[in-house]
């Protein structure tokens, strides 16, 4: 697959098939993820790749605690609310996926169901769970590096006929998380990333939301009018 098309191509998937992932495959995809660039090389990211009865058990205490009223503990700072144009973005992602999905605004059972299956992290067979050493906690040089890591590892999960979607819902309840998938104390829990086969049957996943051209995005200095 030419580098253009993996780019293009490329969207989050939100339903899969139920068929395993090969662990070779996976660590292939890893193993292309972090020829990623980080701040000084310092690379600090880590990997906890769940499946089967761990995962299962990772979805059961996500979606009970929740459920039950237990406040979030994702281990990220998440900052204040969207708003602005921002908050517009995030209204119109939401209103293309309960399109796709024939969600009405007033089903609050199928949007609490919707919501659950980002807890269960959407019935992907994969959970890829990305951390970072706890000795760097504080500096913004990290998080960043994580999004480099993460982004690269869903191009190559493309690349390899495998889709993904980032997502925090997953680590919601980070005690859970920790038990479940034996995290480290030394370790920050950062993003999570389902993935495996996708189902394009499934109408979430033919949803490409649009995004902001080079000319808002960029201002050049310096060049040639």
């Not at 602005?84 to 605004?105: N, P, S, T």
């Not at 479940?180 to 109408?203: N, T, Y």
Request: hydrophobic share 40%.
């Amino acid at each position: 697959m030419e580098f253009d098309d993996v780019i293009f191509g490329r969207r989050s998937i939100r339903g899969y098939k139920p068929d395993p992932v090969p662990r070779e495959l996976i660590e292939e995809i890893l193993t292309l993820a972090m020829r990623a660039p980080s701040s000084m090389n310092t690379q600090p990211w880590n990997f906890y790749v769940i499946t089967g009865e761990p995962l299962d058990r990772i979805r059961k205490g996500n979606t009970e605690r929740t459920l039950a009223g237990v406040p979030q503990s994702r281990e990220f700072r998440t900052g204040q609310p969207f708003e602005g144009i921002h908050r517009e973005r995030q209204v119109d992602v939401a209103k293309q996926l309960f399109g796709a999905m024939g969600i009405e605004r007033d089903n609050k059972e199928k949007r609490q169901d919707w919501v659950l299956r980002g807890f269960r992290q959407f019935d992907a067979p994969v959970c890829v769970i990305i951390t970072y050493d706890k000795v760097l906690d504080g500096s913004d040089d990290t998080p960043f590096d994580c999004g480099a890591v993460a982004t690269a590892l869903v191009n190559a999960a493309w690349s390899r006929g495998l889709g993904t979607v980032i997502n925090s819902q997953g680590i919601m309840q980070s005690p859970v998380v920790r038990e479940h998938a034996g995290i480290a104390d030394d370790q920050v829990i950062m993003k999570s990333i389902a993935l495996g086969w996708p189902d394009m049957a499934f109408p979430s996943n033919a949803v490409v939301p649009p995004r902001k051209s080079v000319a808002e995005a960029a201002t050049f200095v310096g060049f040639d009018t």
